[in-house]
């Protein structure tokens, strides 16, 4: 038996594009909307005493499903999304960690192709029948956006681009990690600014000039896949993984006006490094602690000057653009946690 809340997704890469893996990893999540979205052809030709469209006429152009998943950043589970979202990753063993701790570092793919995915979700129906599973093949993730705002749950939303819809493969019931705690605001350290010490394989990043005006973050990146592929022969279905093309990281912050620097920061373009950290409380291993910190070396704000606030607190809602100094990844996800695979 099952209630309306009994919903669940499921993810594993696949082998092979668009050939359908067995499920085992479950997040649990807040909303998704994958759907199947396909395109119709209709013919077009005059018939006489026919004036409205035929049935005999309409046909399929391309099958496509999309869609988003959001979740609450968890200590454990995450490392596939970011993993697919980014496309690189090295997970390395935590010296003196009992069991053992993984230090994963998450940096976008430099060539093609990217991981392709199998995505199931259980939908229950309405009265208490068995969950119904819908399954979501060659699925490639599009974009990730990252967010904090004071006195909230971290979120990690993912925007996803699937081959083709399925209902015959069987219902992978779902298994979660434990423990399954959440990075929360409260975690979180901010330093914008200052010179920072990227990460190793095995050393989260350090430095910068921490801030505590921030009251809140949103970090968005666009893996720019194209939208070709759908090739003689397919059926039409994509024949291929898409491919990566120019990225875009964007982000924005709001800030209380304590100070210039931002301000200042803004109208002169100052090449600033952005580093925040999320610590979670809880002991892994021996000593260690669950950890999820971003790193953009290198931003520049785009705005905006300060406006009174009717005497209230006044605010800078301010966007960033994330760009490349040739040096290092445009952005960089470290995710310390006891998976052992991402």
């Known amino acids: 038996m099952t209630t309306q809340a009994d919903c669940s997704i499921g993810i594993k890469v696949e082998a092979t594009y668009g050939t359908a893996v067995v499920v085992d990893q479950f997040p649990e999540f807040l909303t998704e909307s994958l759907d199947r979205k396909p395109t119709f052809l ?12 035929r049935a005999d006429r309409r046909s399929l152009g391309e099958e496509l499903a ?5 979740l609450e950043a968890p200590i454990k589970g995450l490392g596939i999304f970011l993993n697919a979202a980014m496309g690189a990753v090295t997970s390395t063993v935590v010296a003196g960690q009992t069991p ?17 995915y199998t995505i199931q979700k259980g939908i229950p129906p309405l009265g208490g029948g068995a969950t119904t599973p819908i399954t979501f093949l060659g699925s490639a993730c599009k974009s990730m956006e990252i967010s904090a705002k004071q006195g ?10 699937a081959r083709e819809v399925q209902t015959a493969p069987a219902y992978a019931a779902p298994s979660y990690p434990t423990p399954l705690d959440v990075f929360t605001f409260v975690h979180g350290v901010i330093c914008i600014g ?4 990227g990460p190793t394989t095995t050393a989260i990043a350090t430095g910068g000039t921490s801030v505590a005006d921030i009251t809140s973050f949103s970090l968005k990146w ?22 990566v093309g120019p990225a ?25 490094a952005l580093l925040l950290t999320f610590t979670h409380p809880a002991i892994i291993g021996t000593s260690a602690h669950p950890v999820l910190q971003i790193w953009v070396p290198l931003i520049n704000l785009n705005g905006n000057i300060p406006a009174s606030n009717g005497g209230q607190v006044i605010t800078q809602s301010i966007d960033f653009d994330g760009l490349s100094n040739l040096v290092n990844p445009p952005f960089t996800v470290v995710h310390v946690t006891t998976d052992t695979v991402v």
Do not use: C, F, M
Request: aromatic fraction near 6%; proline fraction near 4%.
């Open 152 to 161: 909230e749950i971290v979120e990690v939303t993912t925007d996803w681009t």
């Open 66 to 70: 999309e869609g988003s998943i959001t």
């Open 194 to 197: 200052g010179t920072v010490v």
């Open 42 to 53: 209709q013919g077009k030709g005059l018939r006489v005493a026919s004036r409205v469209d």
């Open 100 to 116: 053992p701790v993984y230090q994963q570092v998450h940096t976008p793919a430099l060539t093609d192709p990217i991981n392709s």
């Open 248 to 272: 875009k990281l964007t982000g924005k912050i709001t800030a209380e006006y304590d100070t210039v620097e931002l301000r200042d920061a803004y109208l002169a373009q100052t090449d600033l």
């Open 222 to 243: 666009d893996q720019g896949l194209d939208a070709k592929g759908w090739n003689l022969g397919g059926a039409g279905k994509r024949t291929r993984k898409p491919a």
